[in-house]
C-alpha cells in the first residue's frame, strides 16, 4: 500500500480483510534507501478484529472488543516506532551514511533546524561546532565512524579549548582567550543534539555519545550558574568616579536601570525610543534573540540617556567606540572608582534583574523586561536574591548573646 506522504512515521499499522468479514491487524514498516525511496517490511500481530454481527448486546461486545485489540496493535506500532528511532533494531541507511562527513551532516542539521523556525543563534551555536571539529582534525570524519571515543576525545578537546572568532559576537574584536566551561558544555550538548537525529533519521543505528558516563562528562561540567550584581553602594561609587569616555559610562548606567544587554545598546537607535501615555518606553527586537521587548523607562534610565535634540529616528543614541575598547574602558573605569568586580554591561544587566527583584518585583514581570523566553533563566536572578535574605537574616545570628 502507498504511503501518505505527510505521515512521517516509520511504522504504519494496517488492515488486512479476512473471508469472515473481520480483519488481521499488521505493522507496515519503512526504511528509507540511498535515493530516500521507502522499502517495506512488515510485521502480523496475530490480532484480528472480528465483524460486528447478532443482537445489539453481542456488537456492544464486540466492538469493546475490538477497540481493545486495536489499542494493543497501536502499542506494540509505538513500541516498534520508538525501538526503530533509538537505533535498536539496526536499521540503518549504511549507503548514505559511509558517504556522509560529520560536519556536513551537522550543517545539514542547522538547515533542519533553521526550517523548523530555530533562532539565528542556534545556527550560530552549531557553526561553531562545525569550526571546532575542523581545529580539533576531524573535517574529514565520516559520519558513520563516530563512535565512542571519539565521542570522549571531542569533549576532552571542548574542556581545554581556546575561543575561535565565532565565539564572541559578529562585531566584537576578538582575542583569544580560554573556553568558558558553560561555553564548552553548550557546543557539546549541540553535537550529541546532532547525532540524536541522525539516529532518528536512520543514518546512525545508536548515538555513541550516549555511551559516556557523567564521570566521562565531568571535565566540560559548568558549576551552578550565579551571577554577579552591583550593590547600591557600587553603583554609587561609579556614579561618582569620571570615567575615561562620558558616553560609556552613561550607557552603562542606563543599562543598569532598564536591563539591555551591550550589542542592544549599541544598535539601540531613536527610532526604539517611543512615548506612550507621558511615559517613554523602549521598543526594540534584541540582537540576540530576535525577540521584540518592551521596556518602560524609570526617571533613573532617563537621567543617563542623551537628550536626542534634531537627531534622526535612525541615529544612534548612544555613540559608542567598538566592543573591546568599551570592554577596556569599563574596567579601568571600575577600579578607579574602587569596585572589586569586573565592571562589564553583562554585569549591568544582572544588576538591574536582582535590582528588581530585591525590590519585590514578581519574577514573570522581571523575566518580561529582560526578554527572557524561559522563566529557568530569571530563576537564576531569583536565586541570587534568595541568598542575600539568608546572608541578611543570618546577620542576626548571637544578635542578643555577643
Known amino acids: 500500500m502507498a504511503r501518505n506522504k505527510s505521515d512521517k512515521r516509520n511504522v504504519i499499522l494496517r488492515e488486512k480483510k479476512r473471508s469472515n468479514g473481520g480483519c488481521s491487524l499488521y505493522l507496515d514498516m519503512y526504511n528509507p534507501d540511498e535515493d530516500n525511496n521507502h522499502k517495506h517490511s512488515y510485521k502480523f500481530l496475530r490480532l484480528y478484529v472480528e465483524p ?35 537505533g535498536r533494531l539496526g536499521i540503518v541507511n549504511v549507503n548514505k551514511s559511509k558517504k556522509l562527513l560529520l560536519v556536513d551532516w551537522l550543517r545539514a542539521f542547522a538547515e533542519k533546524k533553521a526550517k523548523l523556525g530555530q533562532s539565528k543563534s542556534n545556527a550560530i551555536t552549531i557553526n561553531n561546532v562545525i569550526l571546532h571539529i575542523e581545529k580539533f582534525g576531524a573535517g574529514k570524519k565520516y559520519l558513520l565512524d563516530v563512535d565512542k571515543a571519539f565521542c570522549q576525545k571531542f569533549l576532552l578537546y571542548l574542556a581545554s579549548a581556546k575561543t575561535i572568532g565565532n565565539d564572541n559576537p559578529k562585531w566584537c574584536e576578538h582575542h583569544e582567550k580560554p573556553m ?20 532518528r533519521d536512520n543514518y546512525l543505528s545508536i548515538n555513541p555519545a550516549t555511551k559516556l558516563s557523567k564521570e566521562d562528562k565531568k571535565p566540560i561540567r559548568a558549576e551552578k550558574e550565579t551571577r554577579g550584581f552591583l550593590e547600591r553602594e557600587e553603583v554609587l561609587k561609579l556614579v561618582a568616579t569620571p570615567c575615561k569616555n562620558d558616553m560609556v559610562k552613561s550607557a552603562f548606567l542606563f543599562a543598569c536601570f532598564c536591563g539591555l544587554r551591550v550589542s542592544d545598546v549599541c544598535s539601540l537607535v531613536w527610532g526604539n525610543i517611543e512615548s506612550r501615555e507621558d511615559r517613554l518606553f523602549i521598543v526594540k527586537q534584541m540582537v540576540k534573540t530576535k525577540h521584540s521587548v518592551t521596556i518602560p523607562l524609570s526617571d533613573t534610565a532617563l537621567k543617563w540617556m542623551p537628550t536626542r535634540g534634531d537627531a534622526k529616528d535612525s541615529d544612534l543614541v548612544f555613540d559608542l567606540p567598538n566592543y573591546f575598547s568599551i570592554n577596556y574602558i569599563l574596567q579601568q573605569w571600575g577600579k578607579a572608582a574602587g569596585v572589586e568586580k569586573k565592571v562589564s554591561f553583562h554585569l549591568a544587566r544582572h544588576t538591574f534583574a536582582t535590582s528588581l527583584l530585591t525590590k519585590g518585583a514578581d519574577i514573570y514581570t522581571t523575566s518580561k523586561l529582560l526578554g527572557h523566553q524561559n522563566l529557568r533563566t530569571t530563576q537564576i536572578y531569583a536565586d541570587v536574591v534568595d541568598s542575600k535574605k539568608k546572608s541578611a537574616v543570618d546577620l542576626l545570628n548571637n544578635y542578643y548573646y555577643e
Open 180 to 199: 568558558a566551561k558553560s561555553t564548552a558544555q553548550l557546543y557539546y550538548n549541540t553535537f550529541v543534539t546532532a547525532l540524536n537525529e541522525a539516529v
Open 52 to 86: 460486528e454481527r447478532g443482537s445489539v448486546e453481542k456488537r456492544a461486545e464486540i466492538r469493546k472488543r475490538n477497540r481493545e485489540i486495536r489499542n494493543l496493535a497501536e502499542a506494540a506500532r509505538q513500541k516498534l516506532e520508538d525501538d526503530l528511532n533509538c
